[in-house]
């Protein structure tokens, strides 16, 4: 079955970098786009980029633009999302999610979320 | 960036009734060249990452029960469970992905009267 397992919890300092991974198993990795989406406490839900994992070519929401890296690792299986200057309100959890190739995609597959904090 | 409003922001049904949740998007997410719309809806329990549940604004995933439907069309679109069950209790979200960036409702928290 398809799983998407993502590493733990992070504290960082304002002002840091965060890179959050997230392995796939059950699927091949390079069918797919992994996207990342956040979610801070009581918000909704925030999309902020996608990863075609065959090619990897990348889109950004403009609001991270400049900020946000998203790469992965064939042989590893592994999608990655680091974020740069890291400020107060990028306190939240942070999901990578399966997706078929394209920009114009729904979610089906989630991994289980990694909480990051900010704080000095 | 097309937003999306979700109505109401929480509702209590007894058990075994209907529950309705609607959800808005600021302009049409149906794409005339395939007559699709670009809506999907998730649940999300507590302490669980989201769930997707219905796509193409009417599409039930697979192992998802029938008693959720999706339906609606352009920019008004409304989820039912028609008979709510005590694990139903959760977070609701609609998505479009009409366009990027990928945008979501605010959420409509199910809970049991």
């Known amino acids: 079955q398809v799983q998407l397992v993502q590493s733990g919890a992070e504290v960082k300092k304002p002002g840091a970098s965060v890179k959050v991974s997230c392995k796939a198993s059950?699927?091949?990795?390079?069918?797919?786009?992994i996207h990342w989406v956040r979610q801070a406490p009581g918000q909704r839900l925030e999309w902020m980029g996608w990863?075609?994992?065959?090619?990897?070519?990348?889109k950004y929401s403009q609001k991270f633009q400049g900020r946000l890296t998203i790469t992965r690792d064939t042989f590893a299986s592994t999608a990655y999302m680091e974020l740069s200057s890291l400020r107060s309100e990028d306190t939240t959890i942070y999901y990578c999610?399966?997706?078929?190739?394209?920009?114009?995609?729904?979610?089906?597959?989630w991994g289980q979320g990694t909480l990051v904090t900010v704080s000095s | 960036d097309i937003v999306m409003t979700q109505s109401p922001d929480s509702l209590a049904v007894s058990l075994g009734e209907r529950a309705t949740i609607n959800c808005k998007s600021s302009?049409?997410?149906?794409?005339?060249?395939?007559?699709?719309?670009?809506l999907a809806w998730y649940q999300q329990k507590p302490g669980q990452p989201p769930k997707l549940l219905v796509y193409?604004?009417?599409t039930r995933e697979s192992g998802v029960p029938d008693r959720f439907s999706g339906s609606g069309s352009g920019t008004d679109f409304t989820l039912t469970i028609s008979s709510l069950q005590a694990e139903d209790v959760a977070v609701y979200y609609c998505q479009q992905y009409y366009s990027t960036p990928l945008t979501f409702g605010g959420g409509t928290k199910v809970e049991i009267k």
């Open positions: 990863i075609n994992a065959g090619n990897g070519n990348t």
């Open positions: 302009q049409s997410v149906l794409y005339n060249s395939d007559n699709k719309n670009y």
């Open positions: 059950g699927y091949t990795l390079t069918h797919y786009s």
């Open positions: 999610a399966r997706a078929e190739n394209g920009d114009y995609v729904y979610l089906q597959h």
């Open positions: 193409w604004a009417s």
